[in-house]
């Protein structure tokens, strides 16, 4: 028969192989409307036997014993279930090659936000110049941590409004021996580097519309709605955002900051409002403007 991996009311306790159980969920997680099936599959199944997930193709005949198995069904009900995402089931999402860990306080770092590193990192050339970064919003840390990776002679400040969130952050820096380089502030905005001037800030800010949240995935429901939304709109931290950001660049300094792709118009907008220039959009992986791009004057004034 067909059952689920814990073979409950099938009477018998049959055995199950890595390859059985991963096309049992994979079916399973489908059906459920999952949108990545085997690739979740494969990384609880993975997670539950304590291995990586490539390992899994080299054990496809491999029996998995009842207690595996156990672990395994808690994690299959979690995600289909309750639509927690696999990041939040592994407590790590990988960004930029790195390993977060991630918890309910920060949101999962998203693979198109790597579109800013790059987008950053061509813009900081000078591999001598100890570049100043703000990632405002660090959330895990992810853009600041990169950033750091990638640029080991940079000051790089990372903001929150969320204490437990900096946790998180400075315990990444830590788990990634980047915590020298990275200073870490509590506070909302700009308010935690008054006065201070940065030759790049970058930042992944909380731009969707509470106005669409029913119409967002459900799994979206277990990340910190602090760091997702942005107000009715979605445009309540945004628009302050560009409006303060040019009194906290350097001259010559870059702006780079995530939207939704139907805002990058609107951020551009601001930019050049606020009176920085060379705005531009950025595209992401997709295809789709992931990232607003701007630059102060080299003026002093
Ligand atoms: N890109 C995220 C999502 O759509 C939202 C991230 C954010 O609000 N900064 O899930």
């Known amino acids: 028969m067909s059952g689920p991996p814990n073979a409950q009311g099938g009477g018998t306790d049959r055995t199950w192989t890595v390859l059985e159980l991963l096309q049992w969920t994979t079916d399973h997680f489908a059906a459920k409307g999952l949108e990545s099936p085997r ?29 595996e198995r156990a672990r395994y069904r808690e994690l299959i009900g979690q995600r289909a279930g309750e639509r927690m995402p696999v990041s939040l089931l592994l407590g790590e999402k990988e960004f930029w090659s790195l390993r977060f860990r991630v918890t309910p306080d920060v949101l999962t770092p998203r693979p198109e936000s790597e579109t800013l ?23 895990s840390g992810a853009l600041a941590l990169a950033l750091a990776h990638e640029k080991p002679r940079a000051r790089v400040t990372a903001t929150d409004l969320s204490g ?15 915590a020298q380089g990275v200073r870490f502030i509590e506070g909302s905005l700009f308010e935690p580097v008054a006065g ?7 930042s992944n800010p909380p731009y969707l519309a509470q106005s669409r949240a029913s119409a967002l995935p459900p799994e979206l429901a277990h990340e910190p709605a602090e760091a997702l939304f942005g107000g009715e709109d979605g445009l309540a931290i945004l628009r302050p955002l560009f409006a303060q950001a040019r009194e906290h ?16 118009k609107a951020g551009m907008d601001w930019a050049v409002a606020s009176g920085l220039g060379e705005a531009a959009a950025i595209k992401d992986l997709s295809g789709q ?8 004057g080299m003026e002093r004034a």
């Open 117 to 139: 590193v790059e987008a950053a990192l061509a813009r900081l050339p000078d591999a001598e110049r100890e570049y100043t970064i703000l990632d405002l919003g660090t959330g």
């Open 196 to 202: 201070e001037q940065f030759d790049l800030i970058v």
């Open 289 to 296: 403007s992931r990232a607003v791009v701007a630059r102060r």
């Open 39 to 67: 690739l979740d599959a494969e990384l609880l199944l993975a997670h539950a036997l304590g291995l990586r997930r490539l390992d899994l193709y080299l054990r496809y005949e491999d029996l998995v014993g009842a207690a």
């Open 164 to 178: 437990a969130a900096l946790e998180v952050a400075r315990g990444n820096a830590e788990a990634l021996d980047l």
């Open 249 to 264: 660049l350097a001259p010559g300094g870059w702006l780079i900051v995530e939207v939704d792709p139907d805002q990058a």
